[in-house]
């Protein structure tokens, strides 16, 4: 049975919302008090447990705070924020992907016990319904008329699939189970786009920070690496792939339009359809990551550019590792016109996905607890992101910039240029807290004042603490 949220909630969440906006406007400034409980119950017409409810939201997002006996105070103000990174033009000319020492030792540090792993872009265990997810996978092995033990169907489990598709309207997508092919997380969907539509020794166009991860993948295929910068705010820069288009032979794209990942930035919809279009004159694949697609923190979700492709040369790629459970590897793609070649590839690499995961993960779609999950999900990461910053905010030297995500699970931060990322990594190690350094975020290096860190864990007072310690770290490399 599909849960929903009750009329208290709206309530509460739209009061709430009509204060963070006049926050947000300046209008209620950091210091001013506001109205008593009982005052704004009778203002608005609502219960005091309801006006409660919402002064708890905004004091969770460390907007406002409670002082004893004096009542609700505003405590941060967008005056507040730190500025944004600025996006350094990449060096020119191809580069053929390098993993360096760095990458190796950053890797091993992602496992280590002990230590606050800020490094890391995946949900904390607090924010996965494990129970839930248990009973999941349990009720689909008793449906399943060999309990899950046979080989799936090389496109993927029919359930899954089916919700896929379904979930597709949420970006303005048209597909139907047919169009879709599963994979064991959304890597090997990448993976699998690129080898269908690229040779060694192809060049692909990539935003420029980007995810490390996909490094690998470059290598083991031997392409080269064409980087387009990424604006922390508004994804990747059209106008310098454009310009990039006509001297370098691109055989294929690879971007991240929502929620990029180290940036952050969210692709406008109008740049997405202009981006489609552009590719589509010179016939060029688009392999669109939307990994991070369901965690927006606006009303609706982001579309893609998917949602624009009129002649199949979009290959969408996702997973639920982001969302739901990591270590089940389900992802997906959506392969437009290179269906039968995606297909082969995978019926020469893999076979099929793991039957269980998929059954389990095509039920908890089903029964509408996936919708659930990922609005508790939504408001979590957002308050854990706006306090995140905060903390940054009052932490960090005042000459550092921090992005301000939409959604995700990711900060970029750039900081003062004598600050040496690497080495920032290695001192804040020694005192228990893992980051992930700039330098690794691009093929050569370039974001030496840079760091990533995420806010998937609930901000809490250890995870207050670290940011204080990293914050004593860059002042003194400064």
């Known amino acids: 049975m599909q849960e929903t949220l009750s009329k208290d909630d709206f309530l509460y969440m739209a009061v709430a919302e009509r204060f963070e906006n006049q926050i947000e406007k300046n209008i209620l400034k950091t210091g001013d008090k506001l109205i008593s409980l009982r005052a704004l119950s009778k203002e608005q017409g609502i219960s005091i447990s309801t006006a409660y409810k919402a002064y708890i939201e905004l004091e969770n997002k460390g907007f406002i705070e409670a002082r004893p006996k004096s009542g609700y105070f505003v405590r941060f103000s967008p005056s507040q924020y730190l500025k944004t990174p600025d996006s350094p033009k990449p060096s020119s000319g191809l580069v053929k992907v390098d993993v360096e020492e760095m990458l190796r030792i950053v890797y091993k540090t992602l496992s280590q016990e002990g230590v606050v792993k800020l490094a890391t872009a995946t949900p904390s265990r607090e924010l996965i319904p494990e129970a839930k997810l248990n009973k999941a996978m349990m009720e689909a092995i008793r449906r399943s008329p060999n309990s899950c033990t046979a080989y799936e169907d090389v496109q993927g489990n029919l359930t899954l699939r089916k919700q896929i598709a379904k979930y597709a309207f949420n970006w303005n997508g048209n597909i139907t189970s047919d169009d879709v092919v599963t994979s064991q997380g959304c890597m090997e969907a990448l993976g699998f786009c690129l080898k269908a539509v690229t040779q060694p020794g192809d060049t692909?166009?990539?935003?420029?920070?980007?995810?490390?991860?996909?490094?690998?993948?470059?290598?083991?295929?031997?392409?080269?690496?064409?980087?387009?910068?990424?604006?922390?705010?508004?994804?990747?820069?059209?106008?310098?792939?454009?310009?990039?288009?006509?001297?370098?032979?691109?055989?294929?794209?690879?971007?991240?339009?929502?929620?990029?990942?180290?940036?952050?930035?969210?692709?406008?919809?109008?740049?997405?359809?202009?981006?489609?279009?552009?590719?589509?004159?010179?016939?060029?694949?688009?392999?669109?990551?939307?990994?991070?697609?369901?965690?927006?923190?606006?009303?609706?979700?982001?579309?893609?550019?998917?949602?624009?492709?009129?002649?199949?040369?979009?290959?969408?790629?996702?997973?639920?590792?982001?969302?739901?459970?990591?270590?089940?590897?389900?992802?997906?793609?959506?392969?437009?016109?290179?269906?039968?070649?995606?297909?082969?590839?995978?019926?020469?690499?893999?076979?099929?996905?793991?039957?269980?995961?998929?059954?389990?993960?095509?039920?908890?779609?089903?029964?509408?607890?996936?919708?659930?999950?990922?609005?508790?999900?939504?408001?979590?990461?957002?308050?854990?992101?706006?306090?995140?910053?905060?903390?940054?905010?009052?932490?960090?030297?005042?000459?550092?910039?921090?992005?301000?995500?939409?959604?995700?699970?990711?900060?970029?931060?750039?900081?003062?240029?004598?600050?040496?990322?690497?080495?920032?990594?290695?001192?804040?190690?020694?005192?228990?807290?893992?980051?992930?350094?700039?330098?690794?975020?691009?093929?050569?290096?370039?974001?030496?004042?840079?760091?990533?860190?995420?806010?998937?864990?609930?901000?809490?007072?250890?995870?207050?603490?670290?940011?204080?310690?990293?914050?004593?770290?860059?002042?003194?490399?400064?």
């Open 204 to 478: 692909v166009a990539m935003e420029s920070p980007t995810y490390f991860g996909i490094f690998n993948v470059m290598t083991s295929l031997g392409l080269k690496v064409l980087e387009i910068p990424t604006d922390a705010e508004t994804g990747v820069d059209i106008e310098y792939l454009e310009n990039a288009l006509h001297t370098n032979p691109v055989k294929a794209c690879l971007f991240v339009p929502n929620f990029g990942n180290p940036s952050g930035g969210l692709m406008p919809d109008h740049r997405k359809k202009q981006l489609v279009e552009l590719l589509a004159k010179h016939q060029i694949p688009l392999i669109e990551d939307d990994i991070y697609g369901e965690m927006y923190f606006g009303k609706t979700r982001p579309k893609t550019c998917k949602s624009y492709d009129k002649e199949g040369l979009v290959m969408l790629c996702s997973s639920i590792s982001k969302t739901l459970a990591p270590g089940y590897r389900v992802g997906w793609c959506i392969p437009g016109k290179f269906m039968d070649k995606i297909i082969s590839i995978k019926l020469n690499s893999t076979v099929s996905s793991a039957t269980p995961t998929q059954a389990a993960v095509g039920l908890f779609f089903e029964t509408g607890r996936y919708d659930l999950h990922m609005r508790k999900m939504r408001k979590a990461l957002h308050t854990q992101c706006l306090r995140y910053i905060q903390a940054i905010s009052d932490y960090f030297p005042k000459d550092t910039k921090v992005s301000r995500p939409q959604g995700g699970y990711v900060l970029w931060i750039e900081m003062n240029k004598n600050v040496n990322a690497f080495e920032l990594f290695e001192k804040a190690l020694q005192e228990k807290v893992s980051i992930a350094p700039g330098q690794i975020f691009s093929t050569d290096a370039r974001f030496t004042n840079y760091i990533r860190i995420s806010f998937g864990a609930p901000y809490s007072e250890f995870i207050d603490k670290s940011l204080k310690k990293l914050g004593k770290i860059v002042e003194s490399l400064r």
